[in-house]
């Protein structure tokens, strides 16, 4: 067993997370999330030194899968086995929840059963009533407005290639009203980064997570910006990001989108109007040819192979603060 962790003390008092629920980064002060990732960086460099680092032994992670994932299943799987613990994959199709059993029932079964529940899912509400209702942690592996794992990721990777997060520009084009920019908001403002967002007419980000962030970032004294115009947005920025125009569940609406979306392409020359060291994110998987060419996204610039390396990192920190 490695030396433990220690915890990040603010008013000399540590943090605890415990027991906690993971189900958006709104819920996390400055402080608990720059602890998130210092405990990623440090779990990263035991495994590159092939170091054991067993803190999770014995403990079960349960995770519900409403939603397909490459990423996400093997990245939690991955981080559980590397952490000296288990997971179990409970696709919808084969527990009774798929069939008509309450969130509530599987919520209580389950929190006899394993030591912490990852679900990946559609609606937002359906993890906010596991989460009321099971005594271990849960864990937010997607839904359709927040994907707040894959941003803590995103920051990890910012952190690596840029050094800092504070100062550090993030602009994202495309889908406004969707997981990835709705839990960039929060986090980017949190953490002291200012964030541009340009989306099309009718698909700008929800209203009340914007307007939670633009609060938020008046204790940070960072800008938030929400415009049309993608020149506007990536002007001078940092970090690029975007993501698939058409998101799972959505594909009925496949050709609206891509006729809303199509002067929103990531290509080369809008790229010319950011930092000339900027970093490019996509969380995959891509469309290349549609919201990001493949110059951008297999050019020089683009970093989106350590951002999903990343999320086993930030999956483990989170994993052993919550469990361990």
């Not at 529940?117 to 359709?144: C, K, Q, Y």
């Not at 995103?154 to 009203?177: A, F, N």
Request: proline residues 3%.
């Amino acid at each position: 067993m490695p030396e433990a962790i220690e915890s990040t003390k603010v008013n000399n008092k540590p943090m605890n997370f415990k027991g906690k629920d993971f189900i958006q980064l709104a819920d996390f002060s400055k402080e608990e999330i720059l602890h998130m990732l210092d405990v990623a960086v440090e779990l990263k460099s035991l495994q590159k030194q092939g170091k054991p680092h067993p803190y999770l032994s014995g403990k079960v992670l349960g995770m519900i899968f409403e939603k397909s994932s490459t990423r996400t299943r093997v990245s939690f799987e991955v981080g559980m086995l590397q952490l000296g613990g288990h997971a179990i994959f409970l696709s919808s199709k084969d527990i009774q929840l798929g069939r008509g059993e309450s969130i509530h029932d599987t919520a209580k079964v389950l929190s006899r059963y394993v030591d912490g529940i990852m679900i990946r899912t559609f609606g937002h509400e359906t993890v906010e009533e596991l989460a009321e209702h099971a005594s271990i942690p849960v864990i937010n592996g997607l839904t359709d407005l927040q994907h707040p794992t894959q941003v803590l990721a995103d920051l990890l990777t910012i952190l690596e290639h840029k050094g800092k997060l504070e100062g550090v520009k993030m602009c994202y084009i495309g889908d406004g009203y969707n997981n990835m920019p709705h839990s960039l908001l929060e986090g980017a403002v949190k953490v002291g980064m200012d964030i541009s967002i340009a989306s099309p007419a009718g698909y700008l980000p929800d209203g009340n997570i914007t307007e939670q962030a633009i609060e938020a970032a008046k204790q940070t004294g960072v800008s938030v910006t929400i415009t049309h115009d993608p020149v506007e947005a990536i002007k001078d920025a940092d970090v690029v990001i975007t993501d698939v125009w058409t998101s799972m569940g959505m594909e009925a609406e496949t050709e609206q989108r891509l006729k809303a979306f199509a002067s929103y392409q990531v290509n080369e020359e809008l790229c010319k109007h950011a930092k000339d060291d900027y970093i490019f994110l996509h969380c995959l998987p891509a469309h290349r040819g549609e919201e990001v060419t493949a110059e951008v996204i297999d050019g020089s610039h683009s970093v989106v192979f350590d951002e999903a390396e990343n999320r086993l990192h930030a999956q483990k920190a989170i994993l052993k603060l919550l469990l361990d």
